[in-house]
């Protein structure tokens, strides 16, 4: 199947800082990605859909001046995190849906844990 | 809104024991079923899905019913491995809409 991967794979930083995670879709192109987070012991929650050419669509609650997202090219999407909290702790996922036969099937990112010390 | 429900975790079973993992959902319109699974330090993958009424789902032995009528999507295995220990997520997407709504996960274990 196809692999889309996400850098770093953990990161810490301290409160107030901003950091950068990378989402590739590495054999195919995508012009749509979806960021999620996941909480400890709980479901991933998306937060955007990341739309490559134009904005970001960003979920109910969620502060897209908090949460950039950029659709840089058909293969890399990034979230910042910016002026990050101890709160935006959390294990962020990305995926990538690809056309197979009939249907869309996504494609998930083995995630980016981070750590707001 | 669109919503599934999972059945909480965590679930501990012996190996080659029959597993049940309760999923239902509410949605509008005619959404496609999936069942994820996320082994550890792995990205989420797709195990079964099923896109309309009756049809049923199947891989690695895992199988899964779409229940128009219950509204469900139960994942059963008959035998399970300790291969098999890890997190499984129910979603539902709906037509034309790419986006996923997720259940909360539960964590299967299987002891040897």
């Known amino acids: 199947g196809a692999v889309v991967s996400q850098h770093p794979s953990w990161v810490i930083c301290k409160s107030g800082t901003s950091v950068k995670i990378e989402c590739r879709s590495l054999?195919?192109?995508?012009?749509?990605m979806f960021w999620y987070r996941q909480f400890p012991k709980q479901s991933l929650m998306l937060m955007a859909t990341?739309?490559?050419?134009?904005?970001?669509?960003?979920e109910q609650g969620v502060e897209k001046d908090k949460f950039l997202i950029n659709h840089a090219s058909l293969t890399l999407s990034t979230l910042t995190v910016t002026s990050a909290h101890p709160e935006d702790s959390s294990f962020y996922i990305c995926?990538?849906?690809?056309?197979?036969?009939?249907?869309?099937?996504?494609?998930f990112g083995p995630g980016t844990r981070l750590t707001v010390l | 809104g669109d919503s599934v429900t999972q059945m909480e975790g965590p679930v501990t079973l012996s190996e080659e024991a029959f597993l049940t993992i309760n999923c239902t959902y509410t949605?509008?319109?005619?959404?496609?079923l999936f069942w994820y699974v996320q082994y550890p330090g792995e990205g989420l993958q797709l195990l079964l899905k099923?896109?309309?009424?009756?049809d049923k789902g199947s891989n690695k032995g895992f199988e899964a019913t779409y229940r128009k009528e219950t509204t469900s999507f139960h994942l059963e295995k008959g035998s399970v491995q300790v291969s098999d220990s890890a997190v499984y997520f129910c979603?539902?997407?709906?037509?034309?809409?790419?986006?996923?709504?997720f259940g909360t996960g539960t964590r299967l274990t299987i002891i040897p």
């Open positions: 995926s990538a849906p690809q056309k197979l036969s009939s249907y869309n099937e996504q494609f």
């Open positions: 054999d195919f192109q995508a012009t749509t």
């Open positions: 990341s739309n490559e050419g134009s904005k970001a669509t960003y």
């Open positions: 949605a509008t319109g005619y959404p496609s």
């Open positions: 099923a896109t309309k009424a009756d």
């Open positions: 979603a539902l997407k709906n037509f034309g809409n790419e986006k996923l709504t």
